[in-house]
């Protein structure tokens, strides 16, 4: 059955209607059936913010922003608070975590714990602002919740074998996402930017880059060797996220195709915070009580039905019940196109 559906998946007319017809109709049908309560609430959100601005996507799945003052603000509250000091005894803590290089796994750090509650309460204050919550949900087409808000540092390492999140690859936890990648330092080709595929006509969740065909390790699988992706994607249809502080890449992870760069001499500092939906697989990680970036807000203490939904999401009995997310994700790499060499 599945070697009759690889080669339907090579003709034509299977390509015309899964990436023509299919999408179009599925994503009628994840707005109003899957995302209904969300669809609800962003019909009402709508009303209520009419006249407010936000960022305009042109139907791709990425835009860069530049000389933003509300960018600009945040930033500049965050590096008042990243002084030497404090950034020398980040690294010193990591280090003593590990007895070489060989055991760290992750070149992120996340550095939540070092910052003051009156930072964190800001930066929640930013990532739910007006023209932030618009922008996510104008491009999602359904009210969003805050899945993640991270300050983080990336380390320069001695091995310069792209490894993990290095790779190319798709965050695979449902099928459409937005985040804001904010630089908070200049990103320059030495501390590692963030790559991305430009090119919207890739950018399909029923579209992806074939496997390798051999073992992968914890962490790289579902990601792709810089070698092995170089023979589907053009490198003129990549970029890297290079910038000053206060710029900003909004980019649909979950749909777009992006590797961490690798930091060679200095550290990269990036504010990323993330606009999904109850149907995608890390809602089950969530803590229905309360908020997972700051436990003084409650679910319970909330009466406003918008914020609510801001910090909690709102995922639907039926969902929860026949467990339809990661159903849902198998259903798109099933019937995903495999892209054909260049």
Same mark, same amino acid.
């Given at each position: 059955?599945? %070697? ?9 007319? /299977? ?23 969300? %669809? ?100 999602? &087409?359904?009210? !969003? ?10 380390? !320069?390492?001695?091995?310069?074998? !792209? &490894? ?71 490198? %003129? ?19 777009? /195709? ?31 009580? /309360? ?16 914020? %609510? ?22 259903? /798109? ?10």
């Amino acid at each position: 059955m599945r %070697k009759f559906l690889n080669k339907i998946k090579t003709t034509f007319i /299977y390509k015309f209607l899964i990436l023509n017809i299919l999408s179009f109709f599925y994503e009628i049908f994840w707005q109003y059936i899957i995302n209904f309560k969300s %669809k609800l609430l962003y019909l009402y959100f709508r009303v209520k913010t009419f006249r407010k601005k936000y960022f305009n996507f042109s139907k791709k799945s990425f835009l860069l922003v530049r000389d933003n003052e509300e960018f600009k603000k945040i930033t500049d509250e965050i590096n008042t608070e990243l002084t030497s000091s404090k950034i020398e005894k980040v690294k010193k803590d990591f280090t003593l975590k590990f007895n070489s290089e060989v055991d760290i796994k992750d070149y992120s750090i996340d550095l939540t714990e070092y910052i003051s509650e009156n930072l964190k309460k800001k930066l929640i204050n930013f990532s739910l602002s007006p023209k932030n919550i618009k922008t996510a949900s104008n491009y999602l &087409k359904v009210l !969003p919740y805050l899945a993640k808000v991270k300050l983080y540092m990336n380390i !320069p390492l001695k091995s310069k074998i !792209p &490894k993990f999140a290095m790779l190319w690859h798709r965050d695979d936890f449902g099928y459409k996402s937005l985040d804001l990648f904010l630089a908070i330092r200049k990103i320059d080709n030495l501390n590692g930017p963030l790559h991305y595929v430009n090119n919207s006509s890739m950018n399909n969740i029923f579209l992806q880059v074939p496997d390798e065909n051999k073992e992968k390790i914890k962490g790289e699988r579902n990601k792709h060797t810089l070698e092995h992706f170089d023979k589907f994607v053009n490198e %003129k249809d990549t970029s890297p996220f290079l910038g000053n502080a206060g710029d900003g890449l909004w980019i649909d992870s979950f749909r777009v /195709y992006h590797r961490g760069g690798q930091c060679f001499e200095k550290e990269r500092f990036v504010l990323r915070i993330s606009y999904q939906t109850p149907d995608n697989t890390r809602s089950h990680d969530f803590n229905d009580e /309360y908020f997972f970036y700051d436990k003084n807000i409650k679910k319970g203490d909330i009466n406003k039905i918008l914020e %609510k939904h801001y910090f909690f999401g709102n995922k639907s009995f039926l969902m929860s019940k026949l467990n339809l997310t990661k159903k849902l994700i198998y259903l /798109y790499r099933l019937l995903s196109i495999k892209m054909n060499k260049i």
